[in-house]
């Protein structure tokens, strides 16, 4: 490892040699507070700042700060000298060695959109913006690139109304790409591929709408009556469970909820796992069936699977070895699952975190949206132990805070709740 240090090290040094001094016009990240940072680092960010780049590599070959701090900080080098790949090589390096490196997401981000990459760009300011919400320059770039590529995208749309269908719907699903939040977008692709019959199409569409507006009643009918079509009558229970929230004892509503909860009867599954649908709260062991259920086809173990003592009987018993197995769910010390205890918010949202590590583990590419206001949990301390988990969840918009702006972490989940989780999750993944 040493060696390998040295060397790229020597690369730099060559890379970097005789050059004059430089007018930093990029954005410099202010140093993280809290961190062990030591002179030579510090000094060398003073010197990037006034334009002298090799006095800069200087003082970060002499730092003895973290290596992806010092990956970083030489990304920053090359890239004051406008060498943008060494420069990227850099930043990823950076963050291979520690993901969480802001300096060096930053970098990678604004290289992406220095050379024109805009939806990559934007993707990489996105995921920024999940980690620092509060980061007022990332915050700008992001609503920059979003504003500007959503207005040129629907000025194509509207030139190619009724002129040419394809690239009209092109220009539409580019504006929504950038602005997932305006909903009208959304909506208006729904309901262009809904009229054509395209339902396979329209229902991520008539999901992301109903994600935005819980409320939206039309929404929730339309998308029941597909989930039914497409024989996905644990969805289409859930959704008109939505409805009934709204109208609470409609007879057409009750009347659909029976006659779907007939046909739902009739699925080859367990019956354990149908009664979930109907249930006020989930046990560890549904939670496990939930997830192995929904996400099948990504749990892809490579190493032998989990010994757990206290599974046997189980009609989850596969799911819970998988998750399990994979990191997502934890067994006990002693080998036990307790599978009959009923996780609380908090603990979903560890499980949560656990999941999308483990997609991300396994190379699929989430995309989630960041909120137009951080949303602040009222009844939730920085001192959590789960706080961390807690707050990108809801900065990824995949738990929401209730109506009184409260987190609630000790109140145990529903099954619509753990759906609608995972439903996020499972949409987010790009390229499925």
């Keep these: 490892m040493k060696a390998m240090l040295l060397a790229a090290l020597v690369l730099l040094t060559v890379a970097c040699g005789g050059v004059r001094p430089v007018t930093v016009d990029f954005h410099l990240p202010a140093l993280e507070s809290g961190t062990f940072l030591d002179s030579f680092y510090r000094q060398g960010w003073e010197q990037l700042r006034q334009g002298d780049s090799e006095a800069a590599y200087r003082s970060f070959q002499n730092s003895v700060a973290p290596l ?34 802001l300096e060096a997401g930053m970098g990678r981000a604004m290289i992406l959109e220095l050379e024109g990459r805009t939806p990559e760009a934007f993707r990489a300011y996105g995921e920024l913006l999940l980690r620092a919400p509060a980061d007022a320059w990332i915050k700008l770039k992001y609503e920059s690139i979003r504003a500007d590529a959503t207005q040129a995208h629907l000025l194509e749309a509207e030139q190619a109304q009724g002129q040419d269908d394809a690239r009209y719907l092109r220009a539409l699903e580019q504006a929504s790409f950038y602005s997932p939040d305006m909903t009208a977008i959304t909506l208006q692709i729904a309901e262009h591929h809904y009229a054509r019959g395209d339902l396979q199409r329209s229902l991520p569409r008539y999901e992301a709408v109903q994600e935005k507006e819980p409320h939206n009643e039309a929404v929730l009918l339309k998308l029941a009556a597909i989930y039914e079509k497409n024989e996905k009558f644990d969805l289409a229970i859930v959704t008109l469970d939505r409805l009934l929230a709204l109208k609470p004892g409609d007879p057409f509503l009750e009347s659909e909820k029976k006659r779907i909860r007939d046909r739902f009867q009739e699925v080859s599954l367990p019956e354990k796992f149908k009664r979930i649908f109907f249930k006020s709260e989930v046990n560890r062991e549904e939670l496990a069936a939930l997830i192995g259920f ?16 206290d599974i046997d009987g189980s009609f989850a018993r596969e799911q819970i070895i998988k ?34 590590d483990y997609l991300k583990g396994k190379g699929r590419v989430l995309r989630f949206t960041p909120p137009s206001e951080t949303p602040v949990a009222a009844d939730l301390s920085p001192l959590h132990k789960e706080y961390a988990a807690i707050t990108l969840l809801l900065n990824s918009q995949v738990l929401a ?20 989780a995972l439903k996020k999750i499972f949409n987010a993944i790009e390229d499925k």
């Design 68 to 101: 992806d701090k010092k990956q970083a900080a030489f990304g920053y080098v090359f890239l004051a000298r406008k060498k943008f790949s060494a420069a990227f090589e850099q930043f990823a390096h950076a963050l291979e060695s520690n993901p969480a490196n």
């Design 294 to 309: 929904y996400f099948d086809r990504h749990l892809e173990l490579d190493r032998a699977p989990e010994i757990l003592t």
């Design 323 to 356: 998750t399990v197995t994979a990191g997502i769910m934890r067994a006990r010390p002693d080998h036990s699952f307790q599978r009959f205890a009923a996780p609380d918010r908090a603990r979903f949202a560890v499980t949560l975190q656990a999941l999308i």
């Design 401 to 420: 805070l209730d109506a009184g702006g409260l987190f609630n972490p000790t109140r145990v989940v529903s099954p619509s709740e753990v759906i609608y």
